[in-house]
């Protein structure tokens, strides 16, 4: 929902109305990477504060510094805050815009990956070990080689490869690498490089992670989803189109790719048949919430499927200042998800 149709809502009657409620109150939390790490549940947000710069179309004010982990014994269960898990401080190449991380375990350690601008103005994603998945993590001295804008999630197939899906257009810079290289001029306009309506929309990206799961194992490739038509979605059909946040999770065999469109506020799916896709679209996941920005994460506990979100109803939607929420998810026989409402009609 953006942020200029807010003026007339009754908070009061919306909080009635929604579907869940803030897992916590007392920091603004949004970005939701959910993983279920020794039989618990850790959710990796971005912790939103407001750094009092004005809002823009590149997301300046989202001006996030740190990280904390959260973790709960069950999804219905009290949610902990497990206190600063990285600063961007700590991180020798960031300087600003700690955007929504995930987190990875291998072999007993656990990794944090996340985007950050670095001094130069533009995004790259780094990566932070621990031996706890709370933290505190140590981060790596450089950002991932050959990585750039924004949203890594990173997913673990059965077969024990990592894969990380990552991207975002306007603010998340994905457009300005269109070329291959960084394009630094028209630094203003979050528009300036995107194809036109009737070309191809632009993909997230893919990479599959090296065996330390520190830097990438090959050059990032496009994920394509396609229409019904099996043609790949256009720039124009915003709708549909991939924005940002994305995520990867398997149902009965199948690759289940979701993503936020941005401007138009939905969270949507499309399903395919290996890693890399293609992904054929399947439908929307989430309604728009309160607050410009939608983002998730899915993920199963105890037979049960959940939906991680955020909005920003705590805030009285003020866009930068959010909240993660968790919904039970559904599929339909067909193993399509049914659509989720935030807030009861
Ligand atoms: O939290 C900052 C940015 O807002 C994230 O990186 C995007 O996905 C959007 O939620």
């Not at 909240?323 to 599929?331: A, I, N, P």
């Amino acid at each position: 929902m953006p942020e200029e149709s807010i003026d007339h809502i009754d908070f009061n009657e919306l909080n009635q109305r929604a579907t869940s409620q803030p897992l916590v109150k007392h920091i603004y939390t949004a970005d939701p990477s959910a993983h279920v790490f020794n039989g618990k549940i850790y959710i990796y947000p971005s912790h939103d504060i407001d750094a009092g710069d004005a809002f823009d179309d590149l997301g300046s004010h989202f001006a996030m510094e740190d990280y904390h982990v959260l973790s709960m014994d069950t999804p219905l269960g009290e949610t902990v805050d497990n206190g600063l898990a990285l600063h961007v401080n700590e991180v020798p190449w960031a300087e600003k815009q700690m955007w929504a991380p995930d987190a990875a375990e291998k072999d007993g350690k656990y990794y944090l990956y996340f985007p950050a601008k670095g001094y130069d103005g533009i995004f790259r994603i780094g990566v932070a070990v621990s031996d706890n998945p709370a933290g505190p993590f140590v981060p790596q001295p450089e950002a991932i080689k050959e990585s750039f804008s924004i949203d890594p999630a990173v997913f673990k197939d059965d077969d024990r490869n990592y894969y990380m899906y990552f991207g975002g257009i306007w603010g998340g810079q994905l457009q300005r690498w269109r070329s291959g290289t960084f394009k630094s001029e028209q630094a203003e306009s979050p528009v300036a490089f995107l194809p036109g309506d009737n070309e191809p929309a632009l993909c997230a990206k893919i990479a599959r992670l090296t065996d330390d799961l520190l830097e990438f194992a090959e050059p990032p490739k496009d994920v394509v989803i396609l229409d019904e038509q099996g043609q790949p979605l256009l720039n124009g059909d915003k709708d549909r189109r991939f924005f940002e946040a994305s995520w990867m999770h398997k149902y009965n065999g199948k690759y289940y790719f979701s993503y936020s469109t941005g401007d138009t506020h939905f969270i949507c799916y499309a399903i395919g048949d290996n890693p890399y896709g293609p992904f054929t679209y399947a439908g929307k996941i989430l309604e728009p919430v309160v607050g410009w920005t939608s983002h998730h994460s899915i993920c199963a506990f105890d037979g049960k499927w959940y939906l991680f979100y955020h909005d920003s109803s705590l805030s009285k939607g003020v866009t930068h200042l959010r909240s993660v929420k968790v919904v039970e998810l559904e599929y339909d026989e067909n193993g399509r998800i049914k659509t989720i409402e935030p807030y009861r009609k």
